[in-house]
């Protein structure tokens, strides 16, 4: 079983539609979250952490339930630019140099 | 502040060949890694240093050396390229390794070994 656990997608949705993505992970001692955007061809960029209570920015809401765990990722009011592949990312122990593991990504394109 | 930047940003190779891809960073972080990413596999870790001069494998080390002679430098090195080498391959860097601590990406590089 892989560690971190992504449904690949893709996601075809259309402008102004909500779309969540779900990722579990297997190590039960993680500690922390992170959800990443990467761009076709490009970098890997942090769009937001994930805390325990959930969080928002904007149109993203990020939650975290720990008991199944899993982390989820809600996006509100699809734009076409929120077109990319999303990355569940997992802290397994602090303290650790390697220990973020990524998700293999879902990929989700936004249709005008 | 140009943050983690890699060069070349694209190589193609004869199999037997030998490159070396340098990474710089310009945030003081100590911890810096070196990722490959291939086509549904997702990000693999090849080698990561937890500070000057220390070196540590990761998950796909074969084939690979690294050296961290500076703080802000790693360069990773291929000594006889095999067309199975051929990827992206992304350096990154981090802070330190607490909670919030997340990593920073360059921009990659795309090496095709033919």
């Known amino acids: 079983r892989k560690e971190v656990e992504q449904d690949p997608g893709p996601f075809n949705v259309p402008e102004g539609a909500t779309v969540a993505f779900n990722c579990t992970y297997s190590n039960s001692a993680s500690q922390s979250f992170f959800w990443y955007r990467q761009d076709c061809r490009k970098e890997p960029k942090l769009l937001m952490s994930v805390y325990s209570s959930g969080n928002e920015d904007g149109r993203f809401t990020a939650q975290l339930n720990r008991a199944s765990q899993y982390i989820s990722l809600l996006i509100r009011d699809s734009k076409l630019s929120d077109s990319a592949t999303y990355l569940c990312v997992v802290n397994p122990l602090a303290g650790s140099a390697r220990q973020l593991t990524f998700g293999s990504g879902t990929q989700l394109t936004v249709l005008p | 502040n140009a943050g983690v930047t890699q060069t070349p940003k694209f190589r193609v190779l004869k199999t037997g060949q030998s490159m070396t891809l340098l990474c710089a960073q310009d945030m003081n972080h100590e911890y810096m890694y070196w990722y490959r990413q291939d086509p549904g596999m997702g990000l693999r870790l090849i080698h990561y240093s937890v500070g000057e001069g220390t070196t540590a494998k990761g998950e796909v080390p074969d084939g690979y050396n690294v050296s961290r002679l500076k703080k802000q430098n790693f360069l990773l090195g291929l000594e006889s390229a095999a067309p199975s080498q051929t990827s992206v391959y992304f350096c990154?860097?981090?802070f330190g390794t607490g909670y919030t601590d997340t990593q920073y990406f360059g921009p990659g590089t795309r090496l095709t070994v033919l």
């Open positions: 990154a860097s981090r």
